[in-house]
């Protein structure tokens, strides 16, 4: 609340300071005149009233001329200038542009002037500052804005405790996604066109990762960490995951025949999503440090992530009970992976209905392909690693992403395996094919399994495409 003093004005301050100073000195010279006159003339006390009224009569003249001679001297020297200074400050306070600067006569004093100068220049200081900061404010939101979310950049740059290492416990849902194959794919191309190919991929991936309200937490390699609910969360984030997921399935089918018309395999992904508590903030120590995310729930959906075949969205349980409503699935999967103390039960997603109404646009070749037999010896992978021994098998039939093989001894469905064949062609041997196994079942006499190709060399896929094509 405002006091009176601070209330009062200068003109005030100035205008009664000098009416009563005047006023006093001329009271003390009226008592005294007429004290003198009392004493040193033989005067009676009419008369005295008579010179008293005289003496007060040229008192009030002389007052009257002080204070309109003054005040017209100190406002116009004075009073106006300091008035035009307070002024402007107001306007400048109140965003005006044009208060920059102050407006004064040449006749003011040279103190008054001298506050102007300063003023000026104080304002030009702060300004610079100031607009300095606001540069460098937006070069930090912008640049690490391509690093995290503009949302996250906010939050460490506005909170009193955003460099502080430490993290609270959210429930997030956790989208990851990986490219099939693509290191196979690198090592037979330039380098500099591998990384413009995977950066072209991740920007069309990360414009629909934003357009749903996902934050990217890590680019790893060809795969993608996404967190849905940070720093934000919003009653939707596994239903807003799963139709990001789709999308994404969507967007790679549009990018491939773009990738394809200019002489580029076409890439394959998976993606897939878990729900669940993590720690969220920052992460590392106080000389690097990195905005992330902690917990079981991101290493869960990792190995969802892992099950998945090219075109594939999967979700975990806990997802799923939140979006069942919306989504339509196949078939359930069990999986029991290493660590895990009871199977990973996984839900492929192929469409999820309003608001989002997204469906899957990617369709699975037939099962049934060209009936063709063609000796190989295959290796389970776990891990990345690559069993030691080995397996015999020979395909049953073929198309375009199926091997359809009899396999001795069975392998369970879900496991990834390195297969090779056991024949040249013309002076070329197929290098290694990566699949994964979906199914088996038995059939007469022998065990039939259904492969998946995740990762194969375009050269031996033309080449089974055109034994495909002259068989059919």
Same mark, same amino acid.
């Given at each position: 609340m405002t006091s009176k003093n601070e209330k009062t004005s200068v003109r005030k301050i100035v205008l009664l300071g000098v009416f009563w100073r005047i006023l006093i000195i001329e009271g003390i010279l009226l008592i005294g005149t007429l004290i003198y006159a009392a004493l040193t003339e033989d005067k009676g006390s009419v008369e005295l009233f008579w010179y008293a009224l005289r003496i007060i009569s040229l008192v009030a003249?002389? =007052?009257?001329?002080?204070? =309109?001679?003054?005040?017209?001297?100190?406002?116009?020297?004075?009073?106006?200038?300091?008035?035009t200074i307070a002024a402007t400050?107001?306007?400048?306070?109140?965003?005006?542009?044009? !208060?920059?600067? +102050?407006?004064?006569? #040449?006749? +003011?004093?040279k103190e008054i002037k001298g506050i102007v100068s300063s003023r000026t220049q104080m304002l030009d200081n702060i300004l610079k500052i100031s607009e300095e900061r606001l540069h460098l404010v937006q070069f930090i939101r912008n640049t690490f804005g391509r690093y995290l979310s503009k949302k996250v950049v906010d939050e460490i740059l506005e909170s009193p405790n955003g460099q502080e290492?430490?993290?609270?416990?959210?429930? +997030?849902?956790?989208?990851?996604?990986?490219?099939?194959?693509?290191?196979?794919?690198? #090592? %037979?191309?330039?380098? #500099?066109?591998m990384v413009r190919l995977l950066n072209r991929y991740l920007e069309r991936m990360s414009k629909v990762i934003m357009e749903?309200?996902?934050m990217i937490d890590e680019f790893i390699g060809d795969a993608i960490l996404t967190v849905f609910? +940070?720093?934000e969360e919003h009653d939707d984030d596994p239903a807003r995951a799963v139709a990001c997921a789709l999308a994404m399935q969507?967007?790679?089918?549009?990018?491939?025949?773009e990738l394809m018309l200019e002489g580029y395999p076409a890439l394959e992904m998976g993606i897939g999503i878990n729900t669940g508590a993590v720690i969220v903030g920052n992460i590392g120590s106080e000389i690097r440090m990195k905005y992330g995310i902690v917990g079981a729930t991101v290493n869960? !959906?990792?190995?969802?992530?892992?099950? %998945?075949?090219?075109?594939? =969205?999967l979700i975990g349980e806990a997802t799923y009970r939140l979006v069942k409503e919306w989504v339509t699935s196949d078939a359930t999967q069990a999986v029991m992976m290493k660590g895990l103390k009871k199977p990973l039960i996984i839900y492929p997603i192929t469409a999820i209905g309003p608001p989002y109404d997204v469906k899957l646009g990617f369709q699975e070749a037939s099962k049934h392909g060209i009936e063709i037999s063609l000796p190989f010896h295959c290796w389970k992978v776990e891990d990345k690693k690559i069993a030691s021994e080995s397996m015999w098998g020979e395909t049953i039939s073929l198309n375009d992403n199926d091997i359809t093989a009899s396999i001795e001894p069975h392998i369970e469905p879900m496991t990834d395996i390195k297969l090779i064949f056991?024949?040249?062609v013309d002076a070329h041997c197929f290098d290694d094919i990566y699949a994964k196994v979906l199914s088996y079942e038995d059939q007469e006499d022998k065990i039939v399994n259904l492969l998946r190709i995740t990762s194969i060399n375009q050269k031996d896929r033309d080449i089974l495409k055109k034994w495909i094509s002259e068989i059919s």
């Open positions: 003249i002389i =007052v009257l001329f002080m204070m =309109v001679t003054l005040k017209s001297f100190l406002e116009k020297r004075i009073i106006s200038p300091l008035e400050n107001q306007r400048f306070q109140n965003d005006d542009s044009s !208060a920059r600067e +102050v407006n004064l006569p #040449e006749d +003011v004093p290492i430490g993290g609270h416990r959210k429930t +997030v849902t956790i989208m990851m996604s990986d490219l099939r194959g693509f290191t196979s794919l690198s #090592e %037979t191309r330039d380098p #500099e066109d749903y309200d996902g609910g +940070v720093p969507n967007t790679l089918i549009k990018l491939n025949d869960i !959906a990792s190995r969802i992530e892992s099950n %998945t075949i090219g075109g594939q =969205v056991d024949f040249c």
